[in-house]
């Protein structure tokens, strides 16, 4: 069993790092925050007897050596930045988890045959940089670490600088390092473990995503002069447009979901129609045909928004993911420990994206959700229980065992 | 007649502070840019025997003296400072046509009864700082020096500072220098003169206007995992509220204008519903009763929106300017003046604010209009002709003449 009450103080501890007023953690990825963070994990991960490295998107890999050295190694982790309105779990808790199994296997004197590795991937929130999950995308070949390292936050920072900027542009290669399975503890981030009154989610899959730009361009006027009929608002079209999107997602209920969670006037001001504005789309589902239904969905709207009002609406794909079951060896391992631990528990997929969604692809790979309040995350008010995080790091700890002595 | 050569040359010569790639000018009001043309200008005047002093407000006063300096002068001005999407002509047309009609009674040996005034009124567009038209409203005494110091900009800058930072906080205390009779030149900003043929407009009057701060708070939450029923999505409020706004103000069409210039998601993220949008609305209309209702409109709108997707969303007025007649006497001057002229003209009322609609409670009042292309203004593109500046320059140069002289 993990020590339960250790693995919450590291919570509350880290907390610190960026924590805001409201009790959250605004700790975007690769700023100052998250390189204090990162510090604090390699010398906790140190003092733990782990070899740490760091590879070339920034990622930090702790290793705990195994009888047998030519396995791969066992891995589990997460990431530790978060949202501008982060909380305190989303990623945190799986990092800080990892590193409570590995204190735990210390104190307990216990050696396992795979050696095994806790990981902190690199800007899986996409917030600062998109997409989001960059760097698990790098390890697993979607994407080359220079294609990573050269793409730009809104204030035109690169990966690369930003990386610099905080030193940990490390030397390991990415995606060169072997990875035996990969397990990833995380809160639900949605309302159903806690509706049921289950403790352990055993993650089958996570659903598909698209991520869109958008830049409507209509035209600048006079708030007080230029007559209603004659404008071509940038707003009101954004308006129409995400209205739209509402109603797309529900049109595919109760899977889907569609949000536009960034939108800027270009130049405003009070008394001038907005001429431009820029956007982002964020659509999901976990059926790959309904995600091809939502993209023609939307751009019909656009279309015939932009022709009404005269304005133009362009909308770029900067990114799809798509639906990605996991490994049923993994996901059977996840099941079992639960079970053995004596844990209410159901099948669920994934809303969220994960770095385990990435590593799917190249290492077998499951999940672990506990259960978080009225389903809530991204908001600072994001909380757990530090019984259910107990649970997941029991969870987690019984599944590794498994997973390294087999 | 006024030298239609020389007041078009100074019109390019001052675009070029703040002057954009586009051929706009982006020079907000107490900028550097602002400080600069400000310069110019006193430069200008006192080159052209006038003597300039500046307000505690940072309004600019030139006087040419005339034969009965117990006489108050009659004015004439409007703005140098623009939009962040201005264009070259609105507010520099009067203030650099008043400049004109100096120069030109000085090539002319021209003396008049009564001394003349130019002035340069501070921050007339209301986008750095609100209300638009600020100094001319404290001249007038419907606000204290003080309040207007105090207002502050998005960056949180004070008047004060901000006057401070360029030099401009004069000693002359706002309201204390008599003024006789104000004329303001300016282009239409509306698209009637051009549509009809008319070379000059024979402003009788500005139509009312309201302001609002509006904040949208809804509930932060993922956007992969919140079913879009469970949303409290304060950006799909905002879209909702901005298609009302538009279709209560074709409700009092033609007349009525509504405008949503400034809207921004605190603490956006590609994949986080926004919780918290902080916008702006702009309500415009002739008459006094059209903006009850709008304002009525506008707020049962918001309650109903409100209520349906389970959020908050406060709407305060910040400011209220009545719909504001001219002085008859006035009025007849300019129309007298166009006519000896021999310009096609019609009686017109103005869409926009204007300093001249706040003098008006204080001083006799009226405007001058000339076309401008297609009605766009505040817009990089915003352009008139050099033959219709020149003839609304005319226009002010005999229309002062029969004011000073009379
Ligand atoms: N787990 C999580 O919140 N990841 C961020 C990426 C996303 O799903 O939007
Ligand atoms: N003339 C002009 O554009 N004034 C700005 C104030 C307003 O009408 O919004």
């Not at 930090?60 to 050596?65: D, F, G, L, M």
């Not at 976990?286 to 995600?291: D, G, H, N, Q, V």
């Not at 009404?308 to 996840?334: G, H, M, N, Q, S």
């Amino acid at each position: 069993r993990a020590d339960g009450a250790r693995l919450w103080a590291t919570i509350l501890e880290t907390a610190a790092f960026g924590g805001t007023p409201a009790g959250g953690i605004n700790r975007l990825t690769l700023s100052a925050e998250d390189g204090r963070v990162r510090d604090w994990f390699r010398d906790a991960c140190e003092a733990a007897g782990l070899t740490v490295t760091v590879d070339a998107l920034g990622t930090q890999y702790a290793v705990r050596p195994g009888r047998d050295m030519s396995r791969p190694p066992i891995s589990f982790g997460s990431h530790l930045d978060t949202q501008p309105t982060g909380g305190k779990f989303d990623g945190v808790l799986g990092v800080l988890a990892g590193l409570e199994v590995m204190r735990s296997l210390n104190d307990a004197g216990l050696e396992t045959e795979a050696p095994l590795m806790v990981v902190n991937w690199t800007n899986e929130e996409g917030s600062r940089f998109a997409p989001a999950m960059m760097a698990s995308a790098a390890y697993a070949g979607d994407f080359t670490t220079d294609e990573i390292l050269s793409k730009r936050d809104a204030a035109g920072i690169t990966v690369a600088e930003a990386l610099d900027a905080i030193g940990y542009r490390g030397a390991e290669d990415v995606g060169a390092r072997a990875i035996g399975a990969f397990v990833e503890l995380h809160i639900e981030q949605g309302p159903i473990l806690e509706a049921e009154g289950k403790t352990i989610g055993v993650v089958e899959g996570g659903q598909g995503i698209m991520w869109f730009d958008g830049l409507i361009t209509g035209f600048e006027s006079h708030a007080g002069t230029t007559p209603m009929p004659r404008r071509r608002d940038a707003l009101l079209a954004l308006s129409e447009f995400a209205l739209a999107a509402e109603r797309i997602a529900l049109a595919h209920a109760p899977s889907a979901v569609a949000t536009i969670g960034e939108a800027q006037i270009l130049a405003p001001s009070r008394n001038v129609v907005p001429g431009r504005v820029a956007f982002t789309v964020d659509v999901r589902d976990p059926r790959s045909p309904a995600l091809d239904a939502m993209e023609t969905s939307l751009r019909e709207a656009a279309t015939e928004i932009a022709e009404r009002r005269r304005l133009e609406i362009a909308l770029t794909r900067i990114w799809r993911k798509e639906p990605v079951p996991f490994d049923p060896a993994i996901v059977a391992a996840v099941d079992a420990a639960a079970e053995s631990l004596g844990h209410a528990r159901r099948r669920i997929i994934s809303g969220a994206g994960h770095d385990a969604c990435n590593l799917a692809a190249k290492v077998p790979t499951a999940m672990i959700f506990v259960p978080c309040k009225d389903g809530v995350s991204h908001n600072e008010s994001e909380s757990a229980t530090p019984g259910d995080c107990a649970a997941g790091a029991d969870v987690l700890l019984q599944t590794v065992l498994r997973l390294a002595n087999a």
